[in-house]
């Protein structure tokens, strides 16, 4: 596989993926990460502690992405860094004491990273490490005199945080098979059951996580940081097989999408799940934070291997096309904090002196590497294609290896070519992601077609030939969405592609324009000699705009889109086209100048589609506060 790993992304993601890579991950300053634990910076309350493990877990899966040497020279490097500081009872923390705010969220950042390193490795003293790190935190969290997990933590986060420890326990017992992590981890999650410190009731994760539960009414609304604590339930469940962990989250994220996943595939307003699919249209306050789009993106990863569902296949395509791609600056040195769907976009600050990074520059690459682990899945009669992007992927079934490579201009274009390189030899059946909104899919192996339903995996099971070709057309179609919470906001979707309008492409100007859809017909009246649009009602409307594909090299996709201008009843009825472009490109310059819209009402007052001076309000900044690097993280 040239000098790549099991999979070789090529085409649009690959790019980023690439840039992520080289200008941003693997480009990084890591000392400043060890020296939080070295110095024990976060021993005032700060979270300095986070930094090393989210980069280290990115940039381990950089190097499995891509693995050259001066990348594994860098992770050796970072982890004696780490391990340099870990005391003799086998603490690793950036706080002094125990249980300062961000204590145990850094231990769990760190231990992840160790885990990560074992992965690539084997290292049984990394492995050492790791298992006495652990061991040191379940002496200080059990037994007489000993303080529960729930016990700790921010309390305006009712300790959820500190609970999220739950994951890497859980993994630390799959590669140990010690018993003492999975009875800490269970115990872990019974403790949500009872009052706590910050929760007189209890968490309640899972008893509160049923089908139409409200996410924002659950625990603290702190989406981050509640994703990850369901994320652990997830892996126990992976490990112990009982059920109610599965639906426990199965629910929750469902939930979530139903309630707070907005359009561009992510949610949130000022780090807190709001309700936000009803509310998507107005200007949000510090809107989809990136980290809780890196965690929803790891959780719907997670669901997806463990239930095989297409929809959680489908949710990551729309955030990795939009709310991911978008929150990332094009070269891939730096990420957006929050990412809106009208107003400017901002690039993050640094959050604390020295450490040259927040939480957000370190957890996008974290979701944008984890593409190459579900773009191919497998299944247990077969394997799932979920990723339709150029280049070579390779995947076992049964332990024999299967190898295809794509060619194809997804998503801007519509058609996708399988050559299929290495087969088992054996029969399996071979999965192919059909979008829910491809409804006029045609598949074809030779002279043998398929029309697979939308929204499901065209499943076809056979002993695989070498060199079998197989070719899939979605025929893409633009159209309109009207939003969740007002049938008079819409927006344009390309595919899984939302489209934007950017400022530098939309003169504002005080008139009002209707979108246009292919129902609407001009009627000719010969009494005075014009040609008028009667007004339609909401039942006529069609979901197909007119518009005309464009040529823009800044762009995936740009149409020019059809309005009319309707001053008076039935006189002066004219068109107007205006540009829309796939959401990830508009904005990408993040200045005031590329303000972005993505929803607008029919008819939209055209002096006013940019949200003017939005910056304060998507940075989450007081407007008299002009010191961008004071912002404390909740």
Aim: aromatic share 10%.
């Amino acid at each position: 596989m040239d000098e790549y790993g099991k999979i070789r992304i090529e085409g649009y993601i690959g790019r980023l993926i690439e840039n992520c890579i080289g200008n941003g991950v693997m480009a990084t300053d890591y000392q400043p990460f060890i020296k939080a634990f070295q110095e024990k910076l976060d021993s005032e309350g700060l979270f300095c502690g986070e930094f090393w493990g989210k980069w280290f877990t990115s940039a381990a899966m950089a190097y499995e992405y891509n693995p050259r040497p001066e990348y594994l020279k860098k992770l050796e490097d970072a982890v004696e860094g780490l391990l340099a500081a870990q005391e003799e009872d086998g603490r690793i923390s950036a706080s002094k004491e125990d249980f300062t705010p961000w204590d145990i969220w850094g231990r769990k950042y760190a231990l992840l990273g160790l885990l990560a390193y074992y992965d690539l490795t084997r290292s049984g003293r990394v492995l050492e490490a790791a298992k006495r790190m652990a061991d040191q935190l379940i002496s200080k969290t059990t037994g007489d005199g000993g303080r529960r997990i729930s016990d700790t933590g921010l309390e305006a986060l009712r300790g959820l945080s500190s609970c999220s420890v739950l994951q890497p326990f859980v993994l630390l017992y799959e590669r140990t098979e010690k018993e003492r992590y999975l009875s800490y981890a269970e115990n872990l999650v019974a403790s949500w059951s009872l009052p706590s410190a910050y929760s007189p009731e209890g968490l309640r994760l899972l008893e509160q996580a049923v089908p139409g539960c409200i996410p924002a009414e659950i625990a603290a609304p702190k989406g981050y940081e509640i994703m990850s604590c369901y994320a652990g339930v997830l892996d126990l469940y992976r490990v112990t097989g009982k059920k109610q962990y599965l639906d426990a989250v199965t629910a929750y994220m469902e939930a979530v999408v139903e309630r707070e996943i907005m359009i561009t595939g992510s949610g949130s307003s000022g780090e807190l799940w709001c309700e936000g699919r009803l509310r998507q249209t107005q200007v949000l306050e510090s809107p989809m934070e990136t980290c809780v789009t890196a965690t929803y993106m790891m959780l719907c990863r997670k669901l997806l291997e463990v239930t095989h569902d297409v929809k959680w296949a489908e949710r990551l395509e729309v955030s990795l096309f939009n709310a991911l791609a978008g929150a990332m600056k094009p070269d891939g040195s730096w990420w957006a904090y929050f990412s809106p769907l009208q107003g400017r976009r901002v690039l993050s600050q640094v959050q604390i002196e020295g450490m040259n990074t927040s939480c957000c520059v370190a957890n996008g690459p974290r979701a944008l590497l984890e593409v190459p682990k579900w773009s191919v899945t497998s299944l247990p009669d077969g394997i799932a294609v979920n990723l339709y992007q150029e280049g070579r992927y390779r995947t076992e079934f049964n332990g024999l290896p299967f190898v295809f490579r794509q060619e194809t201009d997804y998503p801007s274009g519509s058609t996708v070519r399988l050559y299929l390189e290495q087969v088992p030899g054996e029969e399996m059946t071979l999965s192919l992601r059909i979008p829910a909104w491809a409804e006029h899919t045609e598949v074809r192996i030779g002279s043998e077609m398929f029309y697979p339903a939308a929204g499901t995996y065209c499943e076809m099971r056979g002993r695989w030939r070498k060199y079998t070709e197989i070719q899939i057309d979605f025929h893409t179609e633009l159209r309109i969405v009207t939003a969740p919470g007002s049938t008079n906001e819409k927006a344009l979707m390309w595919g899984s592609l939302v489209l934007a309008m950017d400022r530098r492409d939309v003169e504002e100007a005080p008139k009002s324009l209707w979108l246009m859809n292919d129902a609407m017909k001009p009627i000719h009246d010969k009494q005075m000699d014009l040609d008028y649009y009667p007004v339609q009602s909401i039942a006529q409307e069609s979901a197909r705009p007119i518009a005309e594909r464009v040529e823009n090299k800044d762009a995936l996709v740009a149409f020019r889109v059809k309005f009319l201008r309707r001053p008076i009843h039935f006189f002066h009825h004219e068109t107007e086209e205006l540009l829309f472009r796939d959401y990830a490109s508009c904005g990408n310059d993040f200045t005031e100048e590329s303000a972005i819209r993505t929803w607008f009402s029919v008819p939209m007052y055209c002096n006013e589609i940019f949200p003017k001076d939005s910056e304060h309000v998507i940075r989450g900044t007081v407007e008299e506060d002009s010191s961008l690097d004071k912002k404390d993280k909740l």
